[in-house]
């Protein structure tokens, strides 16, 4: 009888838009890692098309990066990646390398306690991928909302399990909304006066 593999994301995933259209990227070995799917990264960022252009973005939960370098490679201005686990964060920084990103970086440090720091600069667009079922989703939105880490015109871009509960913050709303297998994906938005 054949043993099942382990479901800890390894191998690579590519990129579907913009400079680097077709390129293939390693994921690190690490368990519960996912990148987000083809059909999903491509919603998205027909969601964001008119935005994304000198965007300001921030992939917190990083994870294989999918979001972030699918954003540089349509031409966001700058994109930064908060991942908190160090062999993830090591090859995030090794596929830099390899597409020679000079508009993205790399933080390692759990995104989480990142949020809490002082920052000098607002987002355009922020993703939120974070491990289901830990409830990283809700305190991810309450310190971007706490903290002012939002730009006046921002997408922020939520991917959860379907079943959970979404409570939006006052002035937040949702602009579009998807479910694809057992994730429920969303862009929300602060309106900020």
Request: hydrophobic share 40%; glycine share 6%.
């Amino acid at each position: 009888m054949r043993q099942k593999r382990q479901t800890s994301a390894s191998g690579d995933y590519r990129i579907i838009g913009g400079q680097w259209r077709g390129r293939r990227l390693p994921v690190a070995d690490s368990p519960g890692l996912r990148p987000t799917t083809d059909r999903v990264r491509e919603t998205l960022f027909n969601w964001l098309q008119w935005d994304i252009t000198d965007a300001r973005v921030l992939d917190l939960f990083a994870g294989s990066g999918s979001l972030g370098f699918e954003a540089a490679s349509r031409g966001a201005a700058q994109v930064t990646l908060i991942e908190a686990v160090k062999s993830v964060s090591q090859q995030l920084q090794k596929n830099i390398g390899l597409l020679k990103g000079q508009n993205i970086k790399v933080v390692t440090h759990n995104a989480l306690d990142w949020l809490q720091t002082q920052h000098i600069e607002a987002y355009d667009i922020v993703f939120i991928d974070p491990p289901f079922r830990e409830g990283l989703a809700d305190k991810a939105l309450k310190l971007l909302d706490e903290n002012n880490w939002l730009a006046v015109d921002n997408q922020v871009y939520l991917e959860t399990e379907k079943e959970w509960s979404l409570k939006l913050p006052a002035n937040w709303r949702v602009t579009k909304e998807k479910t694809h297998g057992q994730v429920c994906f969303r862009l929300l938005t602060k309106d900020i006066a």
